[in-house]
């Protein structure tokens, strides 16, 4: 297959990007949309030219490292997959692919398609936690958590913090993965004590970072590689009126 | 006035915007129910409503309540708005191409022309009532403005009348996505009940605007 | 160097660990905020380490080369972590944990380390838990269990095929509290390049800003290293595309010695390689083993067929297929522990029965369970793996069977460590994957995560404060230190000999061509002949690499080609070491297959008498050759026997 890609290079964070066409030839249908980019990369270096920077880790869709806005979506033209278990079968011979990084004031370019996603760790690290120190934790059945509690607590915690719900989101905004984190904790017995103090704080992180606020778009919910509801952003609505007036 | 509400957290101005657009929702009943009269060849029913509506105490109270409900709405919606431009400073080249529902990316736009359907329609109305400006037809022997001669004066306009069917339908795009966007809002999202929700939203966003559109196709016919 | 001394504490084996942490030094806590340590990654074991050590009130650094710790390949793990917690009452114990563990690794761990293991399982599912990991739960609400390789009780705790990620970050949530109370500061895309060593103790580490270029000096009481495994000297590994094994092999360089770099695990259910542009193999968990049957054609005709696509897996008939590790292990079946269902795999594919375009793969068959339990059930227990799969592969496995082959995907050996988990530098730790401990010739599944966690959670806590509570006198060092510049400069050299060379090749291409060579001759079928001619072409490749590579780009800037030239680097001479160390070991054990020591019917032919001990590898400067130390495995509770699974 041969596709036509336009890239966003840039430089450094401060440096002023554009857009570079490459032509690429022969790849196989089975390759996937990462490792069409390392076939880019090597014929650049052959050029001596800089390879074009995108985060990449484990390759199998779990790490949360990769990102990309290929023409138009996040994670590209499939559904439920980061960008690296996206395959080139998805795409028509001699198609024409836009790659951008993602774009939210809280995730700054660092080079090329690399952005800087540490908001979301600030996020965490105002109350994505259960306040436990090493040792001293009863025996885990002496827990009991309803089945059903601890499904939708591991549908919310199956988020792998990529940002997509932030590039696919009009508004830039991270109620999603926020909702995500709260709601993994909120419904489980070991995070009710201090669900009130993590709400608070991790939507006042969050407004405080600048990311948009939700309009409901639920642009999120369609691009998120791991299917997470928006009614985790309702439960986090929820969770934070209660916080308030509860 | 107190604007704290500037630095309400994000869901907070949600939250509070979803009350309000609820509130307003049942307002539009209202009215409705009040414009309903027109339809009759009778005056008496809508003059007589209009009164009530103008004078007594209770709705008086209401009537601020309402009119804050209106601007809170709108400027919590307008800094919403402005926070969520400014949080992608740079855009995409390429149109987002993420399936979702047409019109909810489109909330400040027909809030926008919502807007400037109510300040004709206040000033068309409420600005007589108020004496701010001069009734276009005789009063009524009580000395209040006859609404229901003007009303009929502005559907025999061609212009007016289809400026206001346009209006009213942007009206039901805006509710189409309020309805079930409040109740996500304010956390209410369950699948036990969000069919309902979603179905009773359709059905206001069309039935309450055809409601509107229907006085004036009445007239014209 | 002296004499290698485990330091395995006195007493009966069941009241070691205890007695250790009775009698062993401890820190006061107004004076653990004056020690720093530095942690180098933040996987399991890492980010375990430094929350724990955060939360006694030491100030720790905190190293990764991600954008967040929470990207650490830790996160990638599917099936599930053990305890002996015999919550099915199915006759588990801390005993048969350690017992298992022992025998998976065809005894050649230490038992000291590895009951310890099994004795502090049960406590790391316990403060999961409370951290809020959602465990896979019975409608009891009680947690449930399933059963891995190399076990005959079910004693694996698991989130669904997301356990190591779900694990991960409990321990990244525990980690960012504490960055938050301000006790650990988190250095992420950094990149540790070098070990400082001041006085023979372990001082600080000079990281490798990736965003900036620039090299910084961070000092420490103590330095810990987490990095993990160095599976991708083999290029296609499951590992992830960043794992490497610089932080290990620049230690190794300063004097920590290196153990059993042979014992690399094979793990037999990962997706087939299909193209030379391939980047990474994927891993399908071993928890699919439960329910998945694993067989190829008896006929070599209907394997030809299935290769050319003539014929489906279904059309074969029951009596055609061969399930040959029911056939082999009628006892174990489709759940031998990996080493031995990969070298199953890949005698079956060599005999000419493998199927996929290759000939190099395998069939894993859910027809059977679907048929029995319904494919809602299956669905629940593995929907993401099936859904993983068939992105890859473009195939359904609900309707077609699973394609897999085996690939690397672990490295038992690493760093060697006393009990205490200290290197042979005193002062610097090594944990989880990156050190060598507990699982011998072959890990069992499911026991990883269990070691990274205990390493860092309840181990280390302890045992380092043995060493500070000695260094309490020890004011905090300047950077400015010629030591410090010593270090600096090496590591600026080093990278600036990488920029220089200016030749014609790109770092992928040596990689590839290393993995070529290591998954060739020193994969899961190793030889005399094939070993020497691997050193001899690593070598070659290593000179090549040092003349004909190229890197565009700085020095001073993000370069991503530089930070893998570097990892390249050091993986070219790993790959001697790991090929060194399988040529000296003349036998056959665990994951480590010597042809020429099999049984008749092809199991491994391991050699107690001239190989129970650990080979540590010493590092002599220069281009001396390297030394090995022998650390004799005296097994005193166990009786050593032949491994059988039948």
């Known amino acids: ?246 | 006035m107190n604007f704290s509400f500037l630095r309400f957290s994000s869901i907070t101005k949600k939250i509070w915007m979803s009350l309000l657009g609820l509130f307003l929702m049942v307002f539009l009943i209202l009215h409705l129910g009040i414009n309903l009269c027109l339809l009759r060849k009778d005056p008496t029913w809508f003059n007589d409503a209009a009164y009530f509506m103008g004078t007594n105490y209770v709705i008086k109270v209401f009537e601020v309540i309402l009119f804050g409900g209106f601007i809170f709405h709108i400027l919590v919606g307008i800094i919403l708005q402005l926070r969520n431009w400014r949080s992608r400073p740079v855009r995409y080249k390429i149109n987002p191409r993420t399936d979702t529902p047409f019109f909810t990316k489109y909330m400040i736009y027909t809030g926008a022309v919502v807007f400037i359907f109510l300040v004709i329609h206040l000033m068309n109305f409420y600005f007589i009532k108020l004496g701010w400006k001069e009734s276009p037809v005789p009063s009524l022997p009580n000395g209040h403005p006859d609404f229901y001669v003007v009303a009929r004066w502005l559907f025999s306009q061609p212009f007016y009348t289809v400026l206001y069917i346009v209006f009213i339908i942007v009206l039901g795009v805006h509710l189409y996505h309020s309805f079930r966007a409040a109740f996500q809002s304010l956390g209410l999202n369950h699948k036990s009940y969000n069919s309902s929700i979603e179905t009773f939203g359709i059905v206001y966003s069309i039935v309450i605007p055809l409601g509107y559109i229907l006085i004036p196709i009445y007239y014209l016919i | 160097m002296t004499e290698l001394n485990a330091k395995i504490p006195e007493g009966p084996l069941a009241e070691k660990w205890a007695n250790y942490k009775a009698h062993q030094n401890l820190v006061n806590p107004t004076n653990k905020r004056k020690l720093d340590v530095i942690v180098v990654g933040t996987g399991l074991a890492g980010a375990s380490a430094a929350a724990s050590l955060g939360e006694l009130g030491f100030t720790v650094k905190n190293f990764c080369y991600q954008d967040s710790p929470r990207r650490a390949h830790s996160i990638a793990a599917q099936g599930g972590i053990n305890a002996a917690k015999n919550y099915q009452n199915d006759g588990d114990s801390i005993y048969r944990l350690f017992y298992d563990t022992i025998k998976g690794g065809d005894y050649r761990s230490r038992e000291g380390n590895v009951y310890r293991l099994a004795e502090v399982s049960n406590e790391i599912i316990d403060h999961c838990v409370a951290q809020g990991v959602p465990f896979a739960r019975e409608y009891s609400g009680l947690l449930d269990n399933r059963s891995f390789g190399g076990a005959l009780v079910s004693r694996t705790f698991y989130a669904r095929g997301q356990t190591g990620q779900q694990l991960l970050l409990g321990a990244y949530s525990a980690l960012s509290r504490q960055i938050k109370l301000g006790t650990v500061k988190l250095y992420n895309r950094h990149e540790m390049i070098e070990l400082v060593v001041i006085d023979g103790k372990a001082r600080g580490i000079i990281a490798r800003d990736l965003i900036t270029g620039k090299l910084e000096r961070y000092f420490g009481h103590a330095v810990v290293i987490a990095t993990g495994g160095y599976g991708n000297v083999f290029y296609l590994s499951t590992n992830a595309m960043g794992s490497n094994a610089s932080a290990i092999w620049q230690i190794f360089k300063k004097g920590a010695m290196f153990a059993n770099p042979c014992f690399t695990q094979i793990h037999p259910t990962c997706i087939p390689v299909h193209g030379d542009y391939q980047s990474k193999l994927t891993l399908m968990s071993e928890s699919l083993r439960n329910d998945g049957r694993i067989w190829v054609p008896k006929n070599k005709e209907d394997a030809e067929k299935l290769r050319k696509k003539q014929i489906r897996a279904k059309e074969i008939k029951e009596e055609d297929r061969d399930y040959y590790l029911e056939r082999r292990y009628p006892a174990y079946g489709n759940l031998v522990p990996r080493d031995v269902a990969s070298r199953a795999a890949k005698e079956r594919c060599d005999a000419g029965y493998g199927v996929g375009e290759s000939g190099f793969a395998v069939y894993l068959d859910f027809e059977e369970s679907i048929g029995r339990l319904g494919k809602y059930v299956i669905e629940e227990r593995y929907g993401n793996l099936f859904q993983m799969y068939e992105k890859i592969v473009n195939e359904n496995p609900y309707e077609n069977p699973m394609m897999i082959y085996p690939a690397v995907h672990y490295t038992m050996g690493g760093i060697w460590v006393d009990y205490e988990l200290m290197t042979t530098i005193p002062g610097l730790y090594c944990l989880g994957e990156a050190n060598f401990s507990d699982h011998g010739a072959n890990r069992l599944g499911a026991s990883a995560l269990m070691q990274g966690l205990a390493d860092g959670y309840f181990v280390l806590p302890y045992t380092i404060q043995n060493f500070l509570s000695n260094e309490i006198r020890v004011p905090r060092m300047s950077t400015d230190r010629p030591e410090f510049e010593e270090a600096e400069k090496s590591a600026g050299d080093r990278l600036s000999k990488l920029m220089r060379i200016k030749g014609n090749k790109s770092v992928d291409h040596f990689h590839k061509e290393l993995g070529k060579i290591m998954w060739e001759y020193v994969g899961m079928g190793r030889n005399e002949p094939g070993l020497t001619k691997a050193i001899n072409l690593i070598r070659i490749l290593r000179d090549d690499f040092w003349k004909d590579l190229r890197i565009p780009g700085n020095l001073d800037e993000m370069n991503i080609e530089l930070e893998k030239a570097n990892r390249v680097a050091d993986f070219l001479e790993l790959a001697e070491l790991l090929a060194l160390d399988a040529l000296e070991r003349k036998e056959s054990c665990g994951g480590h297959l010597r042809e020429e020591y099999q049984t008749p019917e092809g199991e491994c032919l391991r050699n107690d008498k001239d190989y129970m001990y650990v080979a540590a590898w010493e590092y002599t400067g220069g281009n001396n050759p390297y030394k090995m130390h022998k650390e004799e495995l005296k097994y005193e509770e166990i009786e050593v026997k032949q491994r059988i699974y039948k």
């Open chain 1, 1 to 246: 297959m041969d596709f036509t890609l336009k890239i966003w290079r840039q430089k450094n964070a401060k440096a002023k990007g554009k857009f570079v066409t490459y032509n690429l030839k022969d790849v196989s249908s089975n390759c996937s949309f990462l490792e069409m980019l390392d076939i880019l990369n090597e014929q650049l270096v052959h050029q001596n030219e800089e390879p074009v920077v995108f985060d990449t880790d484990c390759r199998e869709g779990i790490c949360g490292l990769c990102s990309l806005y290929i023409n138009g979506r996040p994670h590209g033209p499939d559904d439920a997959i980061t960008t690296c278990q996206l395959h080139m079968r998805k795409f028509k011979d001699g198609d024409i692919i836009v790659v951008e990084p993602w774009r939210a004031r809280p995730f700054p370019v660092i080079k090329d398609l690399m952005v800087d996603r540490t908001a979301f760790d600030a996020i965490i690290q105002e109350g994505g936690f259960i306040s436990v120190n090493t040792g001293g934790a009863p025996d885990a059945n002496a827990i009991i958590i309803p089945k059903e509690a601890a499904e939708l607590s591991m549908d919310a915690a199956a988020c792998i913090g990529c940002g997509a719900c932030v590039a696919a989101c009009k508004n830039a905004s991270a109620m999603l993965f926020v909702s995500a984190k709260v709601s993994h904790f909120a419904l489980l017995p070991q995070g009710k004590p201090e669900a009130k103090e993590r709400v608070r704080k991790m939507v006042a992180k969050m407004d405080e970072l600048g990311f948009g606020n939700c309009t409901n778009t639920f642009a999120c919910e369609v691009e998120c590689p791991k299917l997470i509801s928006v009614s985790t952003i309702a439960r986090m609505n929820r969770e934070f009126l209660w916080a308030k007036i509860g």
